[in-house]
């Protein structure tokens, strides 16, 4: 199988996704995904202690045991029904939630004024935030992508907004922070978040009051198994970023939140300690400075 071209950075976001030629099992993927992100977070270890043999070694592991195509289809593959389906379902559940679209798709839309959605790591242009083009208004974007209606962009490196139109009235980080290989740039890229979103002040007087929102989607081990990182702790770093936690959904692979974006930025800072400690923990973790 030839290897796609290794995207330029994969310090942030995700590697989009091909069609899979095979279905695999879900012991294989998880696998395939896994041995990905293990292997990038040594590379990145290695880069930042200046070990270019390691990290050239480490390359070339990524290269023959971890992928691209593979990566991408075993991702596109856990979006399937049977394996927990599309995350933004919870999104337009909670979206409806607070009366930010209606129940019956674009029925009852009449607004010449859409939400402005930006979805980060698109895996596809055709998932549930798409059955409402007359109330939502989708950017999305991906480090390498491969449909159309995807622009190729690291979120990292997108410009800053400098007219009202840039910013966004929601974003979806459904299952990128995890991809980002170390605890500062997963940091910097919740702070980042902040600076597109269009604060109440700044919107018409008919915007919803549930608004500016991030969606965050991460697998649960992140959260619920990490010697670095629980719940509490994700909140009071949110807290601190200017958010306010207004759904949150565990299933058994994955945990969901909907943050509304306050303004009330206390400048909480996050660095690595432990919150607790067991043999079969994890090591993910979230830096604020």
């Known amino acids: 199988m030839a290897l796609s071209k290794r995207p330029k950075s994969l310090s942030h976001g995700r590697p989009p996704i091909s069609k899979p030629s095979e279905r695999m099992s879900s012991k294989q993927s998880r696998t395939i995904i896994r041995t ?8 990145a270890a290695a880069v930042r202690k200046g070990d270019a043999q390691t990290a050239a070694r480490v390359k070339q592991a990524i290269e023959q045991k971890s992928n691209l195509k593979l990566y991408q289809a075993a991702s596109k593959q856990g979006q399937s029904k049977d394996r927990g389906g599309d995350s933004s379902k919870l999104l337009v559940q909670w979206m409806q939630e607070h009366k930010i679209i209606h129940p019956n798709k674009d029925t009852n839309a009449t607004t010449t004024n859409p ?5 980060v790591g698109a895996l596809s242009t055709k998932n549930e935030i798409s ?6 208004q989708v950017t999305r974007i991906d480090l390498n992508s491969q449909e159309p209606g995807i622009l190729q962009q690291n979120f990292m490196e997108r410009p800053l907004p400098s007219v009202p139109s840039d910013y ?3 974003i ?3 299952l990128v922070l995890n991809y980002v290989s170390d605890a500062v740039g997963r940091g910097e890229m919740l702070k980042r978040t902040t600076e597109f979103l269009r604060l109440q002040t700044s919107q018409p007087e ?5 608004l500016p929102l991030l969606f965050l989607v991460l697998p649960l081990p992140c959260v619920a198994n990490s010697r670095y990182l629980n719940e509490q702790l994700l ?3 949110m807290t601190g970023l200017g958010y ?10 994955l945990c969901y939140y909907l943050f509304k974006l306050t303004g009330n930025v206390h400048g909480t800072k996050a660095d690595k300690r432990k919150v607790r400690d067991g043999p079969s923990m994890n090591n993910f973790c979230i830096v604020v400075e």
């Open 36 to 43: 990905h992100h293990r292997l990038h977070k040594e590379h």
């Open 115 to 119: 939400y402005q959605l930006l979805e």
């Open 131 to 136: 059955r409402f083009p007359k109330l939502l």
């Open 168 to 170: 966004f009235d929601i």
């Open 172 to 174: 979806s980080l459904s």
């Open 206 to 210: 008919a915007a919803n009051d549930a």
């Open 235 to 237: 909140e009071r770093i």
């Open 244 to 253: 306010q936690v207004l759904n949150k959904k565990n299933t058994n692979k």
